[in-house]
Structure formats: structure tokens, C-alpha cells
């Protein structure tokens, strides 16, 4: 670890002679007590902290950057830079916020209620890719230098939820750079914060060459306690096996991306240790259950708008075959597209049932469709985990009952906006949720498409019930009653079949031994939480 | 001459336009770019915002007429990917990239004419069976898997190596090098072996076969008769022609290594301009690749001119200025 | 006679191939005398070329020496190693080939081929090499030599490049030179040229030729002995006059018939019907037998060997053995 340091000392007192790149070790020798050297497969796009509302981004600048509350491993919510968060008692659409004291940013700024204000201005601005989380947002106003008011257009008792992403800028800094908008690609210029950073996180940023390598420090003024973890190595690995490789050869000491396949080997390998625990992201299957005919089948009506072929799809789908063949173990089969972190989730829903081939191939006949059907099956291929071979899977189950499906394996590129697009008539789609509560997966998948719900309803699913239903949920601000409705929803859901639920992701991260982190069920560790033994 | 190179530059202009416009005709096919660059949250009309902001709407041929008119001017856009501007993103990865293609490149040549040579003049022995044997696995393995293979055994099982980055790297002026750095010619062992090892075994080959053709020419032979040392005959006159035609295929495979450097970068996790392209295909970031496939265009362009202007100098016959027949 | 300056003694060449081993030349033997030019004919296949291969050392394998010894001045050569053998070869032994359009290396200078040579085998300078260069190809009758020895070979034409080819076969000043068919792919205006250039500069040196052709027109007027192959094997030897007045094997006599006088062209060996055989399909006894008009039951069990038949001169020809006989 001797280079490094030399590389900080020659960073630091600037000579003209830079010395930069990923740092290794050839020797076997744990890291320095207080370095950790992390990798995963991609980089932080940007140090602008409302420009991508994206995993390894906001993963990666939540060391940097503070939000007003964020999210502990077992999914409920943690103070951040605010100590408390509330309904207003008289206006249940304003969210009162309590500020932490005595915070500070990198450049010794006082953090205060006019940095919350402008943050969430700057978070709703046009340019942002966070606006859409603050949509219902009418005003942001700091009542003292402490406490901020979140004045929505309407009641939205989960409303806080959405903050666990947006991170706290200073509006003095911000504006003395002309950074005051995220970054805007038709300016055709580069913008301040994608490169510069003052947050009031526990790491400031020593050095950044993006996609090669990120060293972060620990921040000396940082409000909280000093950290196992004092500084931060970044490495990106993009291929998986060279990853693991980096990782056994002692060249890093944490893979957040650990390989499906790897991960059992990795377990028996001396010296690394995997910790493994569920994700919040569900992988569902979505067809077209509403229009009168597919665009690919090769049948003049739509056999997903009927029942009994929806349910015999459901019969066909061999979750613990897909569990044990293609996840290795490494998936949490459920018969509901819901992660168990999430509001809404009951173990009655979880539960799943076998196989049934002999059943669903009598469905299918009942539905009018002895000898089956072919329709083309989308698919991505580098999204999820495994994404495309679950679907290989699906077309051997489906086949049996004489359903042909084509699979149509594409980027997520072009595999997303199709379905957004209504371009799709059956697909894999997964689906995570930010909110932790069943409102965020009925406002994209199930509500239909208006303006601001139902973007990613490939399902083309539509009833006026359940969407007055789940309008209410938005503003109901009796829990228990909001609870309710939620379960209804869910039970309308399940019963019509909309999504045919496969597994919840897992994830694992690999780490050598002495050193030990819990899997974060939004893939976003801490290393403030890093200990070593 | 001056002349010929001029042109030869004019049409390489030309040469890269097309590229783009083919570019431009395709990129859809790769995705759409609003899907990335937006939140899962983001509404119809927020990507139709955004979509409309960058352009996206326009006709092909007026996202590609913008695109020329500001590349003209070297203004190639903001990655939408990383958010810096894409000549500078480019420029600050190609000194890996060519580093590694350079390095490999002379890995390549050097070796590959070496092995070529040697096979060539001693056909039957053992070494050379092994040679012709090893090289035509080499030439079957894919990139990746040779990668993968060296990173196991030099990185993990000897750790002799690294096996990802480019280790430490020194600045030189706007050049990023890490060829001034011991970690940093270690971290490019690899990566050059397995980038170069598919051209070394085509040079290799091209050499052996060559060199074969011209040991049977009567000029060998009277070199031979003139009493000249085995080593004047082989490597004075006869490598010197079997190189003629190698010097070619070399050149424009110093292009291919350029181009096709990207699996290795991805493999070595290799800071270049390749690793770059294809995250930005990932990404459909339109401006870093059309910007890259541009590049690659030019440097296509340019070592097709240096070959042939090496090939001028190597084979008197084509100077044909002063070939005016004086018989 | 001048004393005997190269001498080849029963000399056996094989191809190991996989059909088994052919013998290309089966127990050749023949002097060649110092300053005296000698003339080998036979068609093609004869194994005129590979004589001289073997004689300078430079046969393709697998092609080897299986018999026999090659003398220069008494001193066995064909048993010498690969540095020993490369330092006769252009300083006592020279070479010139078939064709000059391919005997010279494109990429190279005519300059750099002769200086290369010349200091192979002379320890002198680089400046003293381009002179003596020079003077050679002002010799060999190269006009301008010295501004156009910076030229390339394709700036010569096929004559001037034979030239060339002379003189660098000759710029070490070998006792021997080897002509293989020097003329043969030269236009027929330049041809008497070239062998008259190789005679004299040869006879001006002191210098033996073995002029390797298939054409006995160019003995009749070049050579002073000739020696006729066939398949592999000596049929005749002597000097060139004897044997053309008189040729004793009837192979010699057709050869003979051959030779272009001015009023006709004659097609080569017309005269003689039949083609010369295989070496894996030879016939027992004579290798001409088949085609001979003369042929007797002898001829066809047991091999005739080269019998002297008075001065110079050999035959391999029952036809002899018998007329001997007779006249006892």
C-alpha cells in the first residue's frame, strides 16, 4: 500500500508529474487496516448528484454525498441529514423536516436548511433524472436554518420514501461553479459536478479517473463516527471472471457483482468469504392480456386476454427448476412479483405452487387452443441476472403445452422502450422497488397508461377499480385503511394473473476474510458499516 | 508525392463521412438512448422531453448533417453515458489503447516473423512442430478465453502479474503512459500477449509461407552459388523479400488490433478507447460511437497510407518515376 | 593437357521419395581440365543440372550425394562441411542460372549484390569492392557501368541482367564456373553473345566452364569436350569435334541430328522417336534401349559402362563391346 500513499503525497503537493492509475498488489498481504479496494462490474457515470438516478452512481456518491434519510439493511428507513421526518399535524401534505446540526460540507460550509431547499429544487429542475421521484412536490421552503417543509399537491403519507436517493448540495458552491442545473446534453458542454464534488459525506473524493479508478478518503469534519474503512480504492471490472480473478489474486478485497455461477466456488476458496442476501428485485413474466390481437402470434385473437391460458402459463412455470438450473441455488422462486422487503408483501402470496402440465395443457384446450400457439418472447440479455437463460428456460416449459414461443433476446436498450412502447406481446421484465411500499409497482406496472402512471404496464392491464384504488393510496393517510386497499389490490392483482412472478434477485458480495459487510438490499453498501475482525 | 498524400488525406475525409453516415443509420438498431439515460421512474413525456432535447426526433440525415457539421469543427458532443465531452473522453483513452496495440503489435511482429523464420528454415524439426502445433491452438482459442486463461494462471495460481488496469501511469504532457512505470509494463504483459498472439500466429504463418516461396526463387539459389553466408541468404535477401508482401497484411492488422482491442480491453479491464466503445453500445451513447467509429475509420485510413508508402519504400520496383525504361 | 581440375568419380545421386529411392545420376564419372570448357547435354531430366547442383554443393533436399566423390584440384569436395563448402562456392566454383530475370534479387541495388559478393570472399573495402565492381561489369560489357550499377534489376534489360549475372558468378575469380543453361531464356539475338562473353572472360581468367545446355549447337561452337547424359547415366564422352563427326552411341548420333544449321530449323532430337523414360520406370540393361535402332539382345539384360575408346574419348554402348570383339 506504500504506492498509493506516494501517489496521494504526489497528488497532493501537485507536482507537475501525476501518478494515477489502478493500484495492485502483487504481494498476498491483507490491505492496509484501513483501506478497502472494492469492485464491481461499472463505474459511477457522474459525480452529479442529480444527473443519474442510477445503481453503482448513487452507490458510489452516497459516500460523497448525504441524503436526508436513507436506508438500513434491513430496508427501513435511517436518520440522514435530517434527525426527524413527519407529517405536518395540521396539513397532512407537508412533510416536515428536522436538519442534523452541525454538519459541514467538504469545503467547511455549514449545511442548513437553504442547501435542503436547493437540493430539492435542483433535484426537480428539468435537467435532473430525479424529478420524476419529486413530481408531486408543489414547494420546498426552509422554515429555520433546521427545519425544512415539503409541501405537496396532495396527502403522500410514503412520500418520504422517495428520498432516500437525492443527495444534499451545497447551494453556495453550487452556484459559485454554475452548477445550479444538472447537466444538460444539448448545452454541449460539461458541467461543473460531473467531475467536482462537496458533499457532506464521510469519504471526500482524493482522485478520479472515471472507469479506471476512484480513491476516496475519509472526511476529518464529517459529522458522524470515524469509520472502520478510512479510505476507498474503486475499481470497476466489467468482465465477471476477471473480477473474481482480481479478487483471489488479492488485488482487491471486496466484489460487490459476484457471478451467479462463482459464487459456491468462491465459497469453498480459502481466504474469501460471500455474503448473500436478497435483493430488492423481483423477475416477472408480463404478456399483453387487453388487446384483441397479438402483433406475433400466430392466432386472430389474443389467448393471454383469457383466463385459463394465463393460469396454465402459471402451471407451466417450473420455479425451483429455474431456482436450481439456472440461478444455481441463487434466487428467491415466489409466486408474487414483490420483493418481501416491501409494504404489501404477505407469505400467503409468496407461496407458489408446482407444476402442473397435464392441468395447463387442459386449460389451454378449454381456452380453444388444443394444439397451442407461437408468439414471440422478449428477452434482455444484459440486464438481469441470468435474464436471458431464465427465458430459454420458460420456452421448454411453455413447449411443453404446445405454446411456441420465439424468443427474442435484445439489449435492454431496445428491450425496454418496446415495452414501454406497447411493442411487446410477451416478456421478462424486472422490477425493483426504491420505495419499499406495493404503491411504486402498482403506479408503473398496473395502473394504466396515463401520465404519470402505468410506464411500464406491457401488460396493457386496465381497470378502472383497481386504478381508483390505487389513486387512493396515494393520498390515504390511515395506514391501516392504506394497508388494506393495498391488499386488495394485490389480491385483484394475483387473482387476474397480470404478472406471472418468477424469483427475487439475491445478491452476493465476496469479500476476503477479516473483513465483513452486510449484503444491502438496494445494492448499495456502505463501507462506513465495513468492519474488520 | 506531397500531392499523393494530400489526396490520399482529402479522401480519407471522405472515407470517415461515410462511416458516420453509415453510423448514424444504424445506431438505432442498437437501442434507444432515453432508455439509459432516464430513471425507471420517468413518465412518457419526460422521455419524450429529453428524447426531443437531444435531437432524437430528427430525420437521420439531420441528426447526421449536425453531427458532421459540428465534428467538422472537432466538436463530437457530450457523452450521455459520462457526461464529459466525448473528444476528450477519446483522447484521454486512446494512449492505452495504442500502447497496448503498439506493444502488441511489435509482440506480434517480432515473434511471429521470428517463429516464421525459424519454421521456414527448419521445417522438419521438433520445435517447429511444436511452434506450428501450439500456434494453430492459439489461433482457435478465442480472444477472451486466452485472456481469462492467462489471467488464471499469471495473476491468480503464480501472481506474478496483475490481472485487471493498467497499474500506475505517468503523465507526459496530455500522454498517459504506463510504459515509464514498472507496474505499469507488468499490467500490459498480458494483455498485449493475448491482444497480439492471434496476429503473431497470422504473421507467423504468412512469414513461413512466405519465406518457403522465396527460398525456392533462383535468386536465392544464386546467392547461395555466389558462396554468400547462410545468414546474408536468409535474412539478408530472402526475409527482406518475404517481407514485402508481410509488411501489408502487418499494417493493416495493426488497424485490426486497434479495432478488435476492445475483448481484450474488456478482459483486462484496460482503460482504452475499446472498453469504451462497448460500454458506450451498452449505453447507446451516440456520440462517443459514432465518435469511435470514426476514429477507427481514420486509422484505417492512415496506416492503409503509411503501408503503401512503406511498401514504396521497401519494393523499387514501384517507384515507377524512375523506371522509365533504360534498356 | 592442362592438369585435371575438377574431377567427378562415380558420382550417385538419389531422391528418397515415398515410392522408394530414385537415382537421378547412377555412377557418373568425368574430368573437367583446367581453362578448357566442357559442354554436358542430354534433355531434360538427363540430369545435367543436378551434376552441376551436386558439384557445387547446393542439392535440394532431400536430394543427396549416395556414391562417388568430386575432386577440385585432388582435394575431395563433396564431403566437406556447410562453412567449407560456402567458401568454394563463388570462389573456386561460380554459377550462372537459366534464367537472369530471377537470378537477381529485385530489392537489392546491382551495387549491393556485387559488393556483398565480392566481400564475402575478398577482405577489402567497401569503396575498393565498388571499384573492383565497376571494372567488372565494364567487363562483362555493361555500358556506364558506374552509374548504372546504382540501378535496380528491373531496370535492365534480359541480356544486360546476364550480364550481371556473369559478373557477379565471376567476381570472386573461380577456377570453375557452372553455366546451367545460360541462354536458354534469352532472346535468340543475344544468345551467341552471352556464350561468347562467358568463353572469353572465362579463357581471359584461366577459369574451366561446364556449359550445361541441351542445345549441341552451342557445344559445337562453344566447347572444347562434350559429355552426353542420359537418364542419369554417361553415354558418351570426348572432344567436341571427335564426337561430332563421329558419335558412336546412337543417342549422341540423334543428338547430333540436332544441331540447327542455317538453313533449317530443326525441331530438338526429332531424329530420335520415343521419349526419354522415367527414372522409376527404367528399363533393365541400357536406359536407350528402347528407343534405339540398333538395339541388340544384350542391350536389353546387362548395363553397358563408359569403355574408353581410344584418345579422349568413352562410350557406354554394347554396340562397341561387340565391334571390339569383332575386330580380335
Redesign the interface.
Known amino acids: 500500500m506504500l504506492?498509493i500513499q506516494n501517489?496521494l503525497n504526489f497528488a497532493r503537493t501537485g507536482r507537475t508529474?501525476?501518478?494515477?492509475?489502478?493500484?495492485?498488489a502483487?504481494t498476498?498481504a491483507a490491505a492496509d487496516a484501513n483501506t478497502l479496494r472494492w469492485a464491481r462490474v461499472?463505474d459511477a457515470?457522474?459525480f452529479?448528484p442529480h444527473?443519474?438516478?442510477?445503481g453503482p452512481t448513487s452507490t458510489l456518491l452516497h459516500h460523497i454525498y448525504e441524503t436526508l434519510v436513507g436506508r438500513n439493511t434491513d430496508g427501513s428507513l435511517a436518520a440522514g441529514l435530517a434527525t426527524e421526518w413527519s407529517i405536518h399535524a395540521e396539513d397532512p401534505t407537508i412533510w416536515v423536516f428536522k436538519l442534523r446540526e452541525g454538519v459541514q460540507f467538504h469545503d467547511g460550509a455549514d449545511f442548513t436548511a437553504e442547501d435542503v431547499v436547493f437540493s430539492m429544487d435542483r433535484a426537480r429542475s428539468?435537467t435532473s433524472?430525479?424529478?420524476?421521484?419529486h413530481?408531486s412536490v408543489a414547494e420546498v421552503t426552509a422554515v429555520d436554518d433546521y427545519t425544512v417543509h415539503v409541501k405537496l399537491e396532495g396527502a403522500s403519507p410514503l412520500y418520504v420514501q422517495n428520498l432516500t436517493n437525492t443527495f444534499m448540495v451545497d447551494k453556495g458552491w453550487a452556484e459559485a461553479n454554475g452548477v445550479v442545473a444538472p447537466?444538460?446534453?444539448?448545452?454541449?458542454?460539461?458541467?461543473f459536478a460531473?467531475?467536482n464534488t462537496n458533499g457532506t459525506g464521510p469519504y471526500t473524493v482524493v482522485s478520479r479517473?472515471?472507469?479506471?479508478?476512484t480513491v476516496l478518503a475519509h472526511f476529518a469534519g464529517h459529522w458522524g463516527d470515524v469509520p472502520q474503512v478510512t479510505e476507498i480504492i474503486y475499481?470497476?471490472?466489467?468482465?465477471a471472471?476477471?473480477?473474481v480473478?482480481?479478487l483471489?489474486?488479492?488485488?482487491v478485497d471486496f466484489v460487490q457483482d459476484v457471478p451467479v455461477q462463482d459464487i459456491v466456488r468462491l465459497e469453498q476458496t480459502a481466504g474469501i468469504k460471500v455474503t448473500a442476501g436478497p435483493e430488492n428485485r423481483t423477475i416477472f413474466f408480463g404478456y399483453d392480456v387487453s388487446s384483441e390481437k397479438l402483433i406475433s402470434a400466430n392466432v386472430d385473437d389474443n389467448p393471454f386476454s383469457k383466463p385459463q391460458v394465463r393460469e396454465a402459463l402459471a402451471l407451466t412455470l417450473d420455479r425451483d427448476a429455474i431456482q436450481q438450473v439456472v440461478m444455481r441455488g441463487q434466487s428467491q422462486p415466489s409466486g408474487v412479483a414483490m420483493p418481501p422487503f416491501v409494504n404489501g408483501w404477505t407469505e400467503a402470496m409468496h407461496v407458489y405452487s408446482a407444476p402442473d402440465y397435464d392441468k395447463a395443457k387442459a386449460l389451454l384446450t378449454e381456452a380453444g387452443y388444443p394444439d397451442g400457439f407461437s408468439v414471440d418472447f422478449h428477452c434482455p440479455n444484459?440486464r438481469y441476472l441470468n435474464d436471458e437463460a431464465i427465458c430459454q428456460a420458460f420456452v421448454g416449459m411453455v413447449g411443453r403445452i404446445g405454446v411456441k414461443a420465439n424468443l427474442v433476446s435484445?439489449?435492454?436498450?431496445?428491450h425496454?422502450?418496446a415495452i414501454?412502447n406497447n411493442e411487446v406481446d410477451f416478456y421478462l421484465l424486472g422490477w425493483?422497488v426504491p420505495t419499499f411500499d406495493s404503491a411504486y409497482i402498482f403506479d408503473?406496472l398496473i395502473h394504466s397508461?396515463e401520465?404519470?402512471r402505468g410506464?411500464?404496464n406491457g401488460s396493457r392491464y386496465s381497470n378502472p377499480e383497481v386504478d381508483a384504488m390505487i389513486k387512493s393510496i396515494a393520498t390515504e393517510t390511515d395506514l391501516v385503511a392504506r394497508n388494506a386497499t393495498v391488499a386488495k389490490i394485490w389480491e385483484k392483482v394475483q387473482e387476474d394473473r397480470v404478472l406471472l412472478a418468477v424469483h427475487n434477485q439475491l445478491l452476493a458480495y465476496a469479500v476476503k476474510d477479516g473483513i465483513n459487510l452486510a449484503a444491502h438490499p438496494e445494492n448499495q453498501p456502505k463501507m462506513t458499516t465495513v468492519t474488520f475482525d | 508525392m506531397i500531392a499523393y498524400i494530400l489526396r490520399r488525406l482529402a479522401q480519407s475525409v471522405l472515407v470517415m463521412l461515410v462511416v458516420a453516415l453509415v453510423s448514424f443509420s444504424l445506431f438505432r438498431?442498437?437501442?434507444?438512448?432515453?432508455?439509459?439515460?432516464?430513471?425507471?421512474?420517468?413518465?412518457?413525456?419526460?422521455?419524450e422531453?429529453l428524447r426531443e432535447?437531444?435531437?432524437l426526433n430528427e430525420p437521420v440525415y439531420m441528426q447526421f448533417a449536425d453531427f458532421a457539421m459540428r465534428a467538422v469543427q472537432g466538436?463530437f458532443?457530450?457523452s450521455?453515458?459520462?457526461?464529459?465531452?466525448v473528444a476528450e473522453l477519446i483522447l484521454s483513452r486512446l494512449p492505452a489503447t495504442l500502447e497496448l496495440a503498439f506493444i502488441s503489435g511489435i509482440i506480434a511482429f517480432v515473434f511471429g516473423v521470428g517463429f516464421g523464420v525459424y519454421t521456414a528454415l527448419n521445417r522438419t524439426g521438433w520445435l517447429s512442430n511444436v511452434i506450428m502445433t501450439t500456434s494453430l491452438i492459439g489461433v482457435s482459442l478465442p480472444t477472451f478465453l486466452i485472456g481469462?486463461l492467462l489471467?488464471?494462471v499469471f495473476?491468480?495460481e503464480l501472481?506474478?502479474l496483475?490481472?485487471?488496469?493498467?497499474?500506475?501511469?505517468?503523465?507526459v504532457g496530455s500522454w498517459?503512459t504506463?510504459l515509464l512505470?514498472p507496474?505499469?509494463r507488468?499490467?500490459l504483459v498480458l494483455p498485449a500477449i493475448t491482444l497480439g498472439l492471434y496476429q503473431m500466429t497470422l504473421i507467423m504463418r504468412l512469414v513461413r509461407a512466405e519465406m518457403l516461396e522465396v527460398l525456392r526463387t533462383d535468386y536465392i539459389k544464386f546467392a547461395r552459388a555466389r558462396g554468400l553466408t547462410n545468414r546474408a541468404v536468409n535474412f539478408g535477401h530472402a526475409l527482406k523479400n518475404t517481407l514485402v508482401p508481410v509488411i501489408t497484411i502487418t499494417g493493416l492488422q495493426l488497424g485490426s488490433i486497434i479495432a478488435f482491442a476492445i475483448i481484450t480491453e474488456?478482459?483486462?479491464?484496460w482503460?482504452g478507447v475499446g472498453?469504451?466503445f462497448i460500454?458506450s453500445v451498452?449505453?447507446?451513447d451516440v456520440p462517443v460511437m459514432a465518435a469511435y467509429l470514426m476514429m477507427i475509420a481514420l486509422v484505417f485510413v492512415v496506416i492503409n497510407l503509411i503501408v503503401d508508402l512503406l511498401y514504396y519504400a521497401v519494393d523499387p520496383r514501384l517507384r515507377v518515376d524512375r523506371a522509365v525504361a533504360r534498356h | 593437357m592442362a592438369e585435371v581440375l575438377l574431377s567427378v568419380r562415380d558420382l550417385v545421386v538419389e531422391f528418397p521419395t515415398r515410392r522408394g529411392v530414385l537415382t537421378a545420376i547412377d555412377h557418373v564419372s568425368f574430368d573437367i581440365h583446367a581453362g578448357e570448357v566442357l559442354g554436358v547435354v542430354g534433355e531434360s531430366g538427363a540430369g545435367k543440372s543436378l551434376t552441376g547442383a551436386a558439384i557445387i554443393g547446393l542439392l535440394e533436399p532431400p536430394g543427396r550425394i549416395a556414391g562417388g566423390e568430386i575432386l577440385l584440384k585432388g582435394k575431395r569436395i563433396d564431403n566437406l562441411g556447410a562453412e567449407a563448402m560456402r567458401r568454394i562456392r563463388g570462389k573456386r566454383i561460380g554459377m550462372v542460372f537459366q534464367d537472369p530475370l530471377t537470378s537477381l534479387n529485385p530489392l537489392y541495388t546491382i551495387a549491393r549484390q556485387l559488393i556483398e559478393t565480392i566481400r564475402t570472399h575478398w577482405d577489402v573495402s567497401e569503396k575498393e569492392a565498388r571499384e573492383r565492381a565497376v571494372a567488372l561489369l565494364d567487363r562483362v560489357g555493361i555500358p556506364a557501368a558506374r552509374r548504372r550499377i546504382d540501378e535496380y534489376p528491373h531496370h535492365f534489360s534480359g541480356g544486360m541482367r546476364q550480364r550481371v549475372v556473369i559478373a557477379l558468378a565471376l567476381a570472386a575469380e573461380p577456377e570453375l564456373v557452372i553455366a546451367d543453361e545460360p541462354t536458354t531464356a534469352l532472346d535468340v539475338s543475344v544468345q551467341s553473345q552471352i556464350i561468347d562473353l562467358i568463353k572469353e572472360i572465362c579463357a581471359e581468367r584461366g577459369a574451366a566452364v561446364m556449359l550445361i545446355t541441351h542445345d549441341m549447337g552451342v557445344i559445337a561452337e562453344t566447347a572444347d569436350r562434350v559429355a552426353v547424359l542420359y537418364a542419369g547415366r554417361l553415354v558418351e564422352i570426348g572432344p567436341v569435334r571427335d564426337v561430332i563427326t563421329a558419335a558412336e552411341h546412337p543417342y549422341t548420333r540423334g543428338l547430333m541430328g540436332s544441331i540447327p544449321t542455317l538453313t533449317q530449323e530443326t525441331d530438338r532430337l526429332v531424329q530420335i522417336p520415343g521419349a526419354m523414360p522415367r527414372l522409376t520406370a527404367l528399363p533393365t540393361g541400357c536406359a536407350f534401349n528402347p528407343r534405339c535402332e540398333q538395339v541388340l539382345a544384350r542391350c536389353r539384360a546387362d548395363r553397358p559402362e563408359p569403355k574408353c575408346r581410344g584418345g579422349a574419348r568413352q562410350v557406354a554402348c554394347w554396340l562397341h563391346e561387340q565391334k571390339a570383339v569383332d575386330h580380335v
Do not use: C, H
Request: charged content about 25%; proline content about 5%.
Open positions: 504506492k501517489t508529474m501525476m501518478l494515477a492509475g489502478a493500484a495492485f502483487l498476498l461499472g457515470l457522474t452529479d444527473s443519474a438516478n442510477e428539468e433524472d430525479f424529478k420524476g421521484l413530481s447537466q444538460d446534453f444539448k448545452a454541449g458542454e460539461e458541467n460531473v467531475r479517473d472515471p472507469e479506471v479508478r475499481t470497476p471490472i466489467k468482465e471472471a476477471t473480477r480473478a482480481a483471489l489474486s488479492g488485488e444484459d435484445q439489449s435492454r436498450t431496445i425496454f422502450p414501454q425493483g408503473f397508461k401520465d404519470k410506464g411500464w | 438498431f442498437v437501442g434507444d438512448p432515453v432508455a439509459t439515460l432516464m430513471g425507471q421512474e420517468a413518465t412518457v413525456a419526460d422521455r422531453a432535447r437531444l435531437g466538436d458532443g457530450i450521455y453515458r459520462l457526461q464529459q465531452p481469462i489471467i488464471w495473476a491468480v501472481q506474478w496483475p490481472s485487471f488496469g493498467r497499474g500506475e501511469t505517468v503523465d498517459r504506463g512505470t507496474s505499469g507488468a499490467s474488456t478482459v483486462f479491464q482503460p472498453a469504451l460500454n451498452q449505453f447507446v
